[in-house]
């Protein structure tokens, strides 16, 4: 109970520093940092919890939370860092060329002529968790769609908050054979994940998206509905421009139609080497986009038939680079660290542990459950962590004190977790988004807040309604 005092009273002092006195980027990124390192020193101090594994540990428990830092950098900037930094990168270079600008231009005339920026957000969201089952990385699925669907929504009309949104939770429900987490869910439910899919996701994964995707509608309108109130004649006009400073940029030759086709070739290699057309050959994130980068560069050549000015301009990505490591790396690691803390500490295991499962009905277990990851989510930014815990568990529970299918606990649980990740500021896609759109996470999740609450909602009760 003392680690989950701890943690609150960390959490609490950590999200008053956030909101009323560090809100700036770098300032986000060293209040997570010093709360989790904070964390960490309780645990060691009053002996709630490990820091490191005895085979990984320094021998010094003092360096066990530097090493632990280190570790998480090295995890993070190898792979994972490396994607963000290449597709983060990669945006601005097609600001820089003018392909995004073209890609606006020629889709945005027959959308502007529907003359609903608010039904082409809607969607856009179904789009993106279509799109989600054929790549189910979230955050490699937000950024490619942050290179394509971003520019035409805001082209539109929708603000930079509200396109961000949208974004940010179109893999919020983590569905198909290919999520890692469907897959874990299958395993431990004792079923084929393609019937798990086909038997138990689809029906309540396209309630829940319409649910989504129509609250998406009147959320982020009226947000920016909101938003254009409070804006007053002398908005600030240096952020306008820093929000826009690589899409204004002049060309010395108007561009190609076929331009389009290059903020879109990473998506494109994704789908096609993948299950849907060539299953044999295996493509990510990292490679497309670099791939893309390389016909990008042939493109400017023929165009520009200048090499020295296509070279001077690949700066633009490699700036890029070390733009998306400095924000978005670092505030990763950071974020990583408090959670840590907090597991540390003993939050997590406090919070599974001292819950009476077994003198609930089935309908308060289960909302427990999902209060827990909902919470979990939102403070560590994952709800994995109690979601394996309680995977753990759950067949024995579902079928033993129950008399139930232990899918029937496991769906909502699984659904859950992906869903109350979009409601944190700290966890990786929110990061990401964020990031590149140039907005405060506090901003963001302002905006996903809402439609991702009635997500929860639908996927709790929609489980009783369908299936019990």
Known sequence: MLGLLLGLVITILVGYLIVKKHKTQ??????????????????????LGEILPEHKSTDWIALDIFAIIKNSFTTRALDFGLMIMAVGAFARYMDKIGASEALVNITAKPLNALKAPYVVLAFAYIIGQILNIFIPNAAGLSLLLMLTIFPILINLGVSRE???????????LDLGPASGNAILAAKAADINIAEYFVSY???????????????????????????????????????????????????????????????????????????????GIKMNVTIATIIS???????????????????????????????????????????????????????????????????????????????????????????????????????????????????????????????????????????VISSIANISPLDLIKRTMLPMTFALITVFLGTFIFYY
């Open 26 to 47: 770098f300032a986000l990124q060293f209040v997570l940092l010093c709360g989790g390192i904070i964390l960490m020193c309780f645990a060691v101090l009053f002996g």
């Open 162 to 172: 509200g396109a961000a949104a949208l974004i940010a939770t179109t893999a919020c």
């Open 201 to 279: 996701q689809l029906k309540l994964a396209i309630i829940t998206m319409l649910v989504i995707s129509i609250s998406h509608f009147f959320v982020q309108k009226w947000f920016d509905k909101k938003q254009a109130l409070q804006s007053s004649n002398n908005m600030n006009d240096e952020v306008v421009l820093d929000n826009k400073v690589d899409t204004s940029v002049q060309q010395s030759r108007p561009v190609s139609n076929l331009y389009i086709l290059l903020p879109l070739l990473p998506l494109i290699l994704i789908l096609t080497f993948g299950k849907l057309v060539i299953s």
């Open 293 to 431: 980068l390389l016909v990008a560069i042939l493109f400017e050549l023929f165009r520009k038939r200048d090499l020295k000015q296509v070279v001077t301009e690949m700066k633009v990505f490699f700036d890029g680079m070390g733009k998306q490591f400095a924000t978005v790396v670092t505030l990763i690691v950071a974020s990583e660290m408090f959670g840590r803390g907090l597991i540390a500490v003993g939050v997590k295991d406090t919070l599974i542990s001292n819950v009476q499962l077994f003198g609930f009905g089935i309908f308060l277990t289960t909302l427990i459950m999902v209060f827990i990851i909902t919470l979990s989510a939102i403070v560590m930014g994952s709800g994995l962590v109690s979601f394996f815990a309680f995977l753990q568990s759950v067949p024995n529970i579902a079928a033993i004190e129950f008399g139930i299918s232990p899918v029937l606990m496991i769906l909502p649980l699984q659904l859950v977790t992906g869903i109350a990740r979009s409601m944190s500021p700290i966890t990786t896609v929110i990061i």
